[in-house]
């Protein structure tokens, strides 16, 4: 089990044992796949040649197929720097944690070891923190300090909002509460470039998101990581508890022995789940989910089964419509 420790004082600490007990085995488990995984955006036509069977019908050149009655395809150098955006989400939930982990901690050793696996291979990796609003934009570069500037001002911004915390203690701030719609948009205004974009949350939100992330999926290839403790989801009978609201401070005094009110606890759990889920099916992103008690590689290889998934879905997704048509009888009139 490859799980972060708690106890890891610094950055660089904690960069360490990820590369040692998390980078290393994906490495080895990806055996040559990155390149495959992680693709460039940009393409430079290379040269023009006769169809053969097999060949990715996108790249059959329809203008010089139709001058010369032959299908050609176009033949691509790809450009494979890839860029990629981390939107983090640093709000007071994610502090969440039923365990000893939290899920800002399983944010970020995930963002740690992507973010790494990243840089080894000379691509560059941004990133955009938010709080009570978008406080911190780290531009895209490459390289272990940058990774290791991007841990720091993660946990810059978590000891600024654990002092906060601490300060409003026991006085509510119903007013108070995450917009993610805020960094999605700010996000959508400052990143030109295509790049695939990581928003990693809770998406416990004010509603509005869904229309935002949405938009950048359109330019962009996003992935949605999801944040969740368990708790969350289903209470335990423990008697009487306070539950605090991490963002607002309001506390509230319940009796989890209570049946009745586990039922309505986990109903409206439930309720929030499909919500949830609807609104990341209709922006059309993917999305990972990460628990608080989840084996961190174990969830890095789901994420690479759904890249793999995602770019096998993908063949053949950007041909118009029309070209599609015609080209799937042309294929299948090549095919020997």
Known sequence: MAEIDATVATPDQLLRQLEWTVIRRLDGLLQGDYRTLFRGSGLDLADLREYQ?????RHIDWNVTARLQQPYVRQFTEDRELSAW??????GSVHFGSNDRTKLSVSEGFVAVLARLLTRHGNRVGAMLYRQRVDTVLPARVGRNHVLALLTHMRASVGADAASARRRKGRAQPGRQTV??????GADSMIGRRSMIFVVSDFISAPGWEDALGRLARRHEVQAVRLFDPLELKLPDVGLVTIEDAESGEQLFVDTHDPAFRARFEALADEHEAVLRAAL???QVDTI?????????????????????????NHGVHLP??????????????TP
């Open 321 to 334: 419509a029309r070209l599609r048509l015609a080209a799937v009888p042309m294929q299948e009139a090549l």
């Open 53 to 57: 069977h097999g060949d990715d019908v």
């Open 86 to 91: 981390f939107l983090l989400d640093l709000s």
């Open 180 to 185: 993610l719609a805020d960094l999605l948009r």
């Open 281 to 283: 099916a209709k922006a």
């Open 289 to 313: 989910e990460l628990a608080t008690n989840d084996d961190l590689l174990g969830s890095l290889l789901r994420f690479v089964a759904l890249r793999r998934q995602r770019l096998r879905m």
